[in-house]
């Protein structure tokens, strides 16, 4: 395995975790997955030529947290600016400089919270794959037959309509969850269907894509009843 391809299968494994990590503790879903794929750009083209960090995971979500939070000081000036009057502030609860992960896994949360019962399966899905799955939006619009400009204005809107909803960061309760798995399901076959027959690349199978279809089933039994 080349170490550009070990890395792009690393950031892609992480990218949930971290998404998960920073969503959970700045409440800001939207802004956390801009920050986490600026993250995710930023490693892929630091690592290669620097080396790859200690901690890959802990380096992420500094990262993508310090992104979030010039864009919440950037959105905060313009508030102040147009509205003298907000009082829009921070949150506290972001990670703090030199902060290690927790080692906590938030991935299922996120797919959940991705597969919102207000987005309908078209929207859901798409924003689970590019979230969860790490699919360029290319791929998403391949996989569902439009172009791309018309998927990515989908995923867009998913991504807003999630925010819009308010819902707080956490493992919905048992009985809200069999609509919402639907869904997952649904996301994990595309995923799975991914790696068996990529749909671009050098590559005809993708082992990695597989691997995270299959990876859910398997590490969280006791969220699937």
């Known amino acids: 395995m080349t170490g550009a391809a070990s890395t792009e299968d690393l950031l892609r494994e992480l990218a949930p975790r971290v998404l998960g990590a920073v969503a959970r503790r700045y409440g800001d879903f939207a802004g956390a997955e801009d920050a986490v794929q600026e993250a995710l750009l930023a490693a892929a083209t630091s690592w290669p030529g620097q080396g790859r960090p200690a901690n890959p995971l802990g380096w992420l979500i ?115 969850r069999a609509d919402r798995l639907r869904c997952v399901l649904h996301v994990l076959y595309l995923l799975y269907n991914e790696g068996y027959a990529s749909s671009s690349g050098p590559d005809l199978a993708r082992t990695d894509l597989s691997g995270e279809a299959i990876r859910p089933a398997r590490k969280w039994p006791a969220c699937w009843r």
């Open 62 to 176: 500094r990262v993508a947290a310090r992104r979030l939070t010039d864009a919440h000081r950037s959105d905060d000036a313009r508030r102040r600016r147009e509205l003298p009057a907000a009082s829009w502030s921070l949150p506290t609860a972001g990670p703090q400089p030199g902060e290690e992960d927790t080692g906590q896994d938030d991935t299922f949360i996120v797919m959940l919270m991705c597969c919102h019962p207000s987005l309908a399966p078209g929207s859901a899905i798409p924003l689970t794959l590019r979230a969860v799955g790490g699919l360029t939006t290319r791929q998403i619009a391949a996989a569902f037959l439009v172009p791309e400009p018309t998927m990515a204005q989908r995923i867009s809107r998913a991504k807003a309509t999630v925010a819009a909803s308010g819902e707080p960061f956490r493992l919905p309760p048992p009985g809200q």
